[in-house]
T-cell receptor, first 118, second 110 residues
Framework: SAVISQKPSRDICQRGTSLTIQCQVD?????MFWYRQQPGQSLTLIAT?????????ESGFVIDKFPISRPNLTFSTLTVSNMSPEDSSIYLC???????????????FGEGSWLTVV | DAKTTQPPSMDCAEGRAANLPCNHS???????VYWYRQIHSQGPQYIIH???NNETNEMASLIITEDRKSSTLILPHATLRDTAVYYC???????????FGPGTRLSVLP
């Protein structure tokens, strides 16, 4: 299975600042996704990070607030811009691992980046 | 919205089998059933997935009804470390994101 590393694992951020989260995968993958998990809630998809083109955002998420880069097939970043306390969440990178062959792809998740905005 | 319905919580005695149900009555013919779990806000961990046949791996078994409208994840001998939120997800095989519902919070009791 793909090994996914996220940085930072945890951070405390000041209101109004921006933070960039990095996601590194140990193999080339086509599909990468960014999720948010607010305290006590389930996961919500923010966007699909497309290599070589703009990310595809889900309803309720916009590029100005969550700009995403995908410079190659093993790396992506998510920036949380102009943060407010409501942005305090776990942000998770996930990838579709094509190594399962005919039995189907599987999506794997990084360990997440815990952001607390004060 | 999630295409699945799960009970919000369940308890299971340590060493016993944990049977976690999931309803997915609107599943389409080429959608798979996936199970993940999340232990205390770590990243979700893949458990198992299947289309229509029952599946088993080192972690669990997945039983899918013949009409595919429901499934059960079985942890054969639950341990305290299996305490987690378990998510049942229905998705196409390739190129699709996962829509997470609230899941089932499984508590394994000593």
């Amino acid at each position: 299975s793909a090994v996914i590393s996220q940085k930072p694992s945890r951070d405390i951020c000041q209101r109004g600042t921006s933070l960039t989260i990095q996601c590194q995968v140990d193999s080339q993958v086509t599909m990468m996704f960014w999720y948010r998990q607010q305290p006590g809630q389930s996961l919500t998809l923010i966007a699909t990070a497309n290599q070589g083109s703009e990310a595809t955002y889900e309803s309720g998420f916009v590029i100005d607030k969550f700009p995403i880069s995908r410079p190659n097939l093993t790396f992506s970043t998510l920036t949380v811009s102009n943060m407010s306390p409501e942005d305090s969440s776990i942000y998770l990178c996930s990838v579709e691992d094509p190594t399962q062959g005919g039995t189907g792809n599987t999506i794997y998740f990084g360990e997440g980046s815990w952001l607390t905005v004060v | 919205d999630a295409k699945t319905t799960q009970p919000p919580s369940m308890d299971c005695a340590e060493g016993r089998a944990a049977n976690l149900p999931c309803n997915h009555s609107t599943i389409s013919g080429n959608e798979y059933v996936y199970w993940y779990r999340q232990i205390h806000s770590q990243g979700p961990q893949y458990i198992i997935h299947g289309l229509k046949n029952n599946e088993t791996n080192e972690m669990a078994s997945l039983i899918i009804t013949e009409d595919r409208k429901s499934s059960t994840l079985i942890l054969p001998h639950a341990t305290l470390r299996d305490t987690a939120v378990y998510y049942c997800i229905v998705s196409f095989l390739y190129g699709q994101n996962f829509v997470f519902g609230p899941g089932t919070r499984l508590s394994v009791l000593p």
